[in-house]
């Protein structure tokens, strides 16, 4: 798959900023921090979540199947030519 390495750069990208999101929320927290890890942790599951969601739309997504098509289509043409 074409998009797999810009996808892994996403996501690192994506849990790179929850880390330091993160650590900027434990400091400035107005509650305690045993109630500010568990939400922390609970949205940073969300966001792995989402974050995994929109990978596998992304691949099921009609995108490449219409990708497939047009390069099949220029496959036929460039045969035609070149015979």
Do not use: C, N
Request: charged share 35%; aromatic share 4%; net charge positive.
């Amino acid at each position: 798959m074409e998009h797999k390495d810009g996808t892994i750069y996403f996501i690192a990208g994506l849990l790179m900023g929850g880390l330091i999101g993160a650590g900027v929320g434990l400091m400035v927290a107005p509650e305690s921090g045993e109630k500010t890890i568990a939400k922390l942790k609970k949205e940073g599951e969300k966001v792995v979540k989402k974050s995994l969601d929109a990978v596998d739309d992304f691949q099921k997504s009609d995108v490449m199947p219409k990708v497939k098509k047009i390069a099949k289509q220029l496959q036929t043409k460039v045969e035609k030519v070149t015979k």
